[in-house]
T-cell receptor, first 112, second 115 residues
């Protein structure tokens, strides 16, 4: 069974700090990786995706992928209180169905 | 990102009744639609996958006769919860897959409460 693991948190960081969110996955054949942000009571919002090993930066967000270690992370620089949310890691194992397997999410709290 | 609408955003119904949820992709065509549900403090669980014009494929443990999915066009899919029970109370979210891409965007969700 394909699994995606995340620390449930809560992860608490002060405003302005770097928040580091981690995710591991079990299917070595996984091909694409996504980070979604979900505010309480709302649906998930796609914030980053990465396909290749290494880093991918978008504004304050950096996704890091290490396929050998089956590990993907999300760094949020200069964390803001508005970043407080649950962050969901999702993995697509390829094939034509594009199905995503989601982790349970990490709750991030950024303290002013 | 893509624009996806869902209607209604919130519905309360009595046990035994049926509820229809509509999902529309407003600025792109979706050949594939995913339907998820999310119970409080849990992650998203895929219920079914539908392709336009075809029957939906349901995940293990999801009753196809209870959760009817129609994907009649490239911009509209509906999920009908038939004979709803309190245990069906959940947050239902659609996710259309853009015809040319692999990025999944989510609708705003429908919160169903069955009394």
């Amino acid at each position: 069974q394909k699994e995606v693991e995340q620390n449930s948190g809560p992860l608490s960081v002060p405003e302005g700090a770097i928040a580091s969110l981690n995710c591991t996955y079990s299917d070595r054949g996984s091909q694409s990786f996504f980070w979604y942000r979900q505010y309480s009571g709302k649906s998930p919002e796609l914030i980053m995706f990465i396909y290749s090993n290494g880093d991918k930066e978008d504004g304050r967000f950096t996704a890091q992928l290490n396929k050998a270690s089956q590990y993907v992370s999300l760094l949020i620089r200069d964390s803001q209180p508005s970043d407080s949310a649950t962050y969901l890691c999702a993995v697509n194992s390829g094939g034509s169905n594009y199905k995503l397997t989601f982790g349970k999410g990490t709750l991030l709290t950024v303290n002013p | 990102g893509a624009v996806v609408s869902q209607h209604p955003s919130r519905v309360i119904c009595k046990s035994g009744t049926s509820v229809k949820i509509e999902c529309r992709s407003l600025d792109f065509q979706a050949t594939t639609m995913f339907w998820y549900r999310q119970f409080p403090k849990q992650s998203l669980m895929l219920m079914a996958t539908s392709n336009e014009g075809s029957k939906a494929t349901y995940e293990q443990g999801v009753e196809k006769d209870k959760f009817l999915i129609n994907h009649a066009s490239l911009t509209l899919s509906t999920l009908t919860v038939t004979s709803a029970h309190p245990e069906d109370s959940s947050f239902y979210i659609c996710s259309p897959l853009e015809q040319r891409g692999v990025l999944q965007y989510f609708g705003p969700g429908t919160r169903l409460t069955v009394t």
